[in-house]
């Protein structure tokens, strides 16, 4: 079997510069920088459009890239070989394919592709069954692939991702069309995941509440430029620059955003004392903060589709990623 | 074991299950059988007739053409479709996504469809066999022959499939072929002596694989005195199998190059288009 020298464990898993990508003559991808070390679940977060799928089929393999440098395990995409795709899982987006093979047969089938790329580190294939005791499917393991439901058949999604123990595992908008039961089972699955082996994770999802659950670190992408990134604590604290302080005083509500909350407070306490009721501190959520960051991106584009000569004026603000 | 032993391996084992899929289901083999079984029924009807300058009967004549043109329909027509829809569906793209996954599902594809080509064709033969007097099925010589007319056959066509399934985009798309599959049946002698035609409709019937697969296909099942209704009073089998073969170095030399594009072009984005289906709840 071909035995490739592994990249040291200080390389991170992925690794993009500079990324650019380009249809015709729209630009997708305006200079992406990742980075997701070893064994890190990291999720690329961010609304419909934002280049995603994109970037993710880039570091695939599946479609190549404009610009930029990539490196995914040490390899530039673009020219890696079957032995670089075997350490790679793939969680497809939801098809149709395979509906009348057996849950368990197909699992044997696509695993068995892996079988000259084992090594004593990572016996590859994963054993069906222990692999769908794993995913939850033992049950379902005779049925044909079309008699599952959604969250079922995603669930062998992930099974196919994992069947060659992957060292990188790409999940693509794994819960897109999911009711909220399905999505938290499918959240309690992934989460169980990282502890089996040390598998880097690439998350892509427009969910924040997703991203925030499944993910050590997120990346925000929007209109093809990473906007902001880092722990879900850190990007609450470096974007929430303006607190709400809402008070009254003399019977008047009172409404001002500060970026030294604890310093207004302070101010107004010593100025006011006890005339002032009812104060109110309130730190934006994560949330607001992301779709804040959305909207001015895509109030941007809306601009720049209707009138060119204003579309500068509202370009997306840049903001320093991790 | 290497990667290549693994592909080949893991092609022929996607190939039996698929093939014992599609066989094991009434459905899809009614879809595989109803062209020839038409056939056969319209040949019983005429079974009363006898070919021109003969007493040999015009039905049973027909049986090893209408064999013969089933390799197409199946071989041929069959891989171009499934390559399709299976590109349409994410077949393709989980293939891409696994080591060697794109040679080893073509592999599994060449492999069902043969099986799928061979089971039609004995399907149609078994009642072909008690419907028609005539047929030389007693022999070892008659088998051999069929065989390796159904290998050459496949050879030859197979690749011209991989090809139209790559280049075609829709099922819809394949009717063009399927319409012109029909007219070259026409001018194929098929259900009768293409020696009743124009002579530059047989020059043109001669171009194409399916004369030459009824031609050999008659060589097989037909008494040697049945040459003699042929064009040059022969079963011409070093033409069938040079014409045959042309059409293997075509397909062979065609098919990877477009097979290979049409892989890489397989991605997120072109599938897309096609409306991945939406889980429903779980």
């Given amino acids: 079997m071909p035995d490739r020298p592994q990249p040291t464990d200080a390389q991170p898993a992925i690794q993009t510069s500079g990324l650019r990508m380009r249809y015709r003559s729209a630009d997708v991808l305006h200079g992406v920088e990742l980075r997701a070390e070893r064994g890190e679940v990291l999720a690329l977060l961010g609304p419909n459009g934002a280049g995603k ?30 032995s670089w795709r075997a ?13 009348r093979w057996r849950v368990a047969e197909l699992l044997e089938q696509l695993g068995r592709s892996y079988e000259p790329y084992s090594t004593a580190d990572r016996p590859r294939p994963y054993d069906t069954g222990e692999l769908l005791r794993l995913v939850g499917l033992t049950e379902q393991s ?7 439901s959604g969250g079922q058949r995603r669930r062998l999604d992930v099974a196919i991702g994992l069947v060659g123990r992957p060292e990188v595992l790409f999940l693509d908008e794994p819960t897109v ?75 008047e509500a009172h409404v001002t955003t500060a970026g030294d909350a604890t310093g207004l407070v302070r101010e107004l306490l010593a100025r006011h004392g006890e005339s002032i009721e009812d104060l109110e501190v309130r730190r934006p959520s994560l949330e607001d903060v992301y779709l804040e960051l959305v909207h001015e991106a895509e109030t941007g584009r809306d601009a720049a589709e209707t009138d060119r000569d204003t579309a500068a004026s509202a370009a997306p603000r ?4 991790a | 074991m290497s990667p290549k032993l693994t ?32 056939a056969l029924l319209v040949m019983y009807a005429l079974r009363d007739s006898t070919v021109p300058g003969t007493d040999f009967s015009l039905g049973a004549q027909s049986i090893p053409g209408i064999l013969g043109m089933n390799i197409v329909l199946t071989g041929m027509m069959g891989l171009a479709s499934t390559l399709i829809t299976e590109r349409e569906d994410g077949t393709l793209l989980r293939a891409k996504a696994i080591p060697n996954g794109v040679p080893g599902y073509l592999t599994g594809k060449v492999v069902s469809q043969s099986g799928m080509t061979a089971a039609v064709l004995l399907v149609v033969l078994l009642p072909a066999a008690f419907l028609f007097d005539g047929l030389e099925l007693g022999e070892v010589s008659s088998w051999l022959r069929l065989s390796w007319v159904v290998v050459l056959g496949l050879v030859a066509t197979l690749p011209l499939g991989a090809l139209l399934g790559a280049v075609f985009h829709s099922p819809q798309g394949l ?39 009824g031609i050999g296909m008659r060589s097989a099942l037909l008494p040697e005195t049945m040459s003699a209704v042929e064009i040059g009073d022969s ?6 199998l040079g014409v045959l073969g042309l059409w293997a170095v075509l397909g062979f030399a065609l098919a990877p190059r477009v097979l290979g594009r049409m892989a890489r072009r397989a991605d997120g984005a072109r599938l897309a288009s096609a409306s991945p289906a939406q889980p429903a709840s779980s």
């Fill in chain 1, 177 to 251: 069309g999911f009711d909220p039961q399905a999505r938290r089972e499918f959240h309690e699955l992934v989460r169980r995941l990282p502890e089996l082996r040390d598998t880097t994770i690439l998350l892509t999802t427009h969910d924040l509440n997703e991203a925030e659950k499944l993910s050590d670190r997120i990346v925000i992408l929007v209109g093809g430029r990473i906007v902001a990134g880092g722990t879900p604590a850190e990007l609450a604290e470096r974007l929430s620059r303006d607190t709400e302080i809402r008070y009254r005083h003399g019977g």
């Fill in chain 1, 142 to 148: 005779d049925r044909t692939v079309a008699t599952l």
């Fill in chain 2, 235 to 240: 079963w011409r089998l070093w033409e069938t």
């Fill in chain 2, 7 to 38: 592909t080949v391996r893991v092609g022929l084992r996607r190939g039996w299950i698929e093939f014992r899929l599609t066989v094991t289901n009434v459905g899809e083999m009614l879809g595989w059988l109803w062209p020839s079984l038409l």
């Fill in chain 1, 318 to 321: 840049e903001v320093s990623a």
């Fill in chain 1, 87 to 99: 350490r790679l899982g793939i969680v497809l987006q939801a098809w149709r394919d395979h509906g």
């Fill in chain 1, 53 to 82: 799928t994109t970037t993710v089929e880039i570091l695939e393999g599946f479609r190549k890239r404009s610009a930029g440098d990539v490196r995914v395990l040490g390899t530039d995409p673009t020219h890696g070989d079957q």
């Fill in chain 2, 175 to 213: 009717g063009v072929i399927m319409l012109l599959l029909t007219g070259m049946v026409g001018i194929s002698g098929v259900f009768y002596p293409i020696t009743a035609l124009p002579e530059w409709l047989q020059l043109l019937g001669q171009l194409f694989p399916v004369y030459w697969l």
